[in-house]
């Protein structure tokens, strides 16, 4: 079974978030809040997915150990939610209920098939790569520096896993087939890049990103992801 590894990374990683202990009594000042509140309100938005269109999916794919691999993987990022909504709560900030950049990426995963729509997960895994480190340095909470910290260790992995997974996909796929979704990869990326920045560039400065900096960084996650799907690159728990 291929997925047996990451069954086992996934469920010895998981609930760390569970017995995480806030320790700030303070909540942030205004001038933070201003900076990350609608920023903080979209990517815990979009953490909280169910995951149904990849479940639907995944059932075609010739691989029970996929369907196991992804249950524990759903619940990590719906983890991340939970602790990011729990910090909100702390700091007075609501829970927002839709985000049109959210639902683009939703969409495309509905219509995509399971390469394509692993392939617009990874693009988000590899945004929330760089965005949680912004975020992190951005913030003057220990609280929510220490939820960054943990959510970025998971995210690699996450790109660890995603690209795992295309690359077993490709094996049975033509040269053109191969070539075309790298393009539609690098495309979405780039597209991505622009949106993300435009719509999140107060936490990025905050946080040392500046725009060019902020591209040239996910451009770097985007090319370890690249090298794994072409199985160029070593991924850490598929050994
Ligand atoms: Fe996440
Ligand atoms: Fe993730």
């Known amino acids: 079974m291929q997925f047996n590894h990451w069954i086992h990374f996934f469920n010895s990683n998981a609930g760390h978030f569970h017995h995480f202990r806030f320790t700030d009594d303070h909540a942030i000042d205004e001038v933070e ?5 609608r920023s903080l309100q979209q990517f815990q938005h979009g953490e909280q997915s169910e995951g149904k269109n990849l479940f639907r999916y995944a059932k075609g794919f010739d691989s029970d150990g996929y369907l196991k691999a992804i249950v524990p993987f759903i619940r990590e990022e719906q983890d991340h939610a939970m602790i990011l909504g729990k910090f909100m709560e702390r700091n007075g900030i609501e829970r927002i209920k839709g ?3 959210n639902e683009v990426f939703r969409g495309l995963r509905r219509f995509a098939g399971l390469e394509m729509s692993i392939t617009v997960l990874l693009t988000a895994e590899t945004i929330a790569a760089v965005y949680y480190k912004a975020l992190g340095r951005a913030t003057s909470s ?5 939820i960054c910290e943990d959510i970025l260790r998971d995210e690699e992995m996450h790109i660890n896993f995603q690209s795992y997974t295309i690359n077993l996909l490709q094996r049975d796929r033509s040269w053109l087939h191969r070539k075309c979704l790298r393009y539609a990869h690098q495309f979405l990326m780039a597209g991505t890049i622009v949106v993300v920045y435009a719509g999140h560039r107060r936490v990025l400065r905050a946080g ?3 725009a060019w900096h902020f591209a040239r960084e ?3 996650e985007f090319m370890r992801a690249d090298a794994m799907i072409l199985g160029q690159g070593s991924i850490a728990t598929a050994q």
């Open 33 to 37: 809040r201003r900076i990350i509140e």
């Open 99 to 101: 985000h049109w950049v």
């Open 142 to 146: 220990d609280d929510l520096r220490r």
């Open 208 to 210: 040392g990103y500046p």
């Open 218 to 220: 996910v451009q770097r």
